[in-house]
């Protein structure tokens, strides 16, 4: 059974730091990604790793702030999220694909249960 489990979200003032971590079980993923949601918006590409760590990307607002990495032998991705704005509230989500780096949801076959992070002014 394949599973996804982000830890790591919580309430941090604007300026702080946060880390996100993705556990994967059940196989090995190639591309792995994170996206948020804010209420009464839609799911957002936020950043992306290929299996290899090699490549990268990032949602341009994110830029310099986020750094996204994995370690494969914990099958765990982690988001390392720095300088938080408050438009950076939002249900963060974990998700995998056997394919290469995407922005797009739908290409994603696996997500986890997501991850609150609020940031306050």
């Known amino acids: 059974q394949v599973q996804l489990v982000e830890s790591g979200g919580g309430l941090v003032q604007a300026g702080g730091s946060l880390r996100l971590s993705c556990a994967a079980s059940?196989?090995?993923?190639?591309?792995m990604g994170w996206f948020r949601q804010a209420p009464g918006k839609e799911r957002e590409f936020v950043a992306a790793?290929?299996?290899?760590?090699?490549?990268?990307d990032y949602e341009d607002s994110v830029k310099g702030r986020f750094t996204i990495s994995r370690n494969n032998a914990k099958d765990t991705v982690y988001l390392q999220m720095n300088s938080l704005k408050p438009e950076d509230t939002a249900v963060y989500y974990c998700?995998?694909?056997?394919?290469?780096?995407?922005?797009?949801?739908?290409?994603?076959?696996?997500w986890g249960q997501g991850t609150q992070v609020t940031v306050s002014s």
């Open positions: 790793i290929s299996w290899d760590g090699l490549t990268t």
């Open positions: 998700a995998a694909t056997s394919g290469l780096v995407q922005r797009i949801p739908t290409y994603y076959n696996y």
């Open positions: 059940g196989r090995t993923f190639s591309a």
